[in-house]
């Protein structure tokens, strides 16, 4: 039979049901709010991205045409 003892040595080494459940629930959390974090960064880096390729190619379009009016001048 296990004696009392033994049970709270058992105790101190492993964790609850109800603790392991706190637990992962914690965690589950914290990836939920993870994951919200990181749509909102590849939303940001997305219209960062498009922000970019505009202007790359507003520049390219006006050297282009720099280029063209020298040429053809």
Partial sequence: MIEKDD??????????????????????NKLNHDTTELALIKQQLNSILWIGKTT????LTGIIGAILALILK
């Fill in 7 to 28: 049970i709270e040595q058992l105790k101190l080494i492993f964790v609850t049901r109800e603790e392991c459940d706190s637990n992962n629930e914690d965690i589950n």
């Fill in 56 to 59: 790359l190619a507003t520049v």
